[in-house]
């Protein structure tokens, strides 16, 4: 039987801290949200917004190379 994927957040450790998940300060991580509930409450932790793929810049055709 095939489990539930458990829901994870990346976060940012304001501080050094050490329990069911230990960090460093400054360190980045994906952190099971059950865990980092309270961390995120009493400020250990800080969200981080998940990073947007860039889109590799479009070529000039050769059309466009002739008009610059």
């Known amino acids: 039987m095939a489990q539930a994927e458990e829901a994870v957040m990346k976060v940012k450790a304001t501080t050094s801290f050490a329990g069911q998940v230990c960090m460093a300060e400054g360190e ?6 059950d865990i ?9 932790l800080e969200a981080v917004e998940p990073e947007q793929k860039k889109r590799p810049a479009k070529k000039k055709s050769a059309k466009d190379k002739t008009e610059d």
């Open 28 to 33: 980045v991580r994906d952190v099971p949200e």
């Open 36 to 44: 980092a509930a309270p961390l995120l409450d009493c400020g250990y």
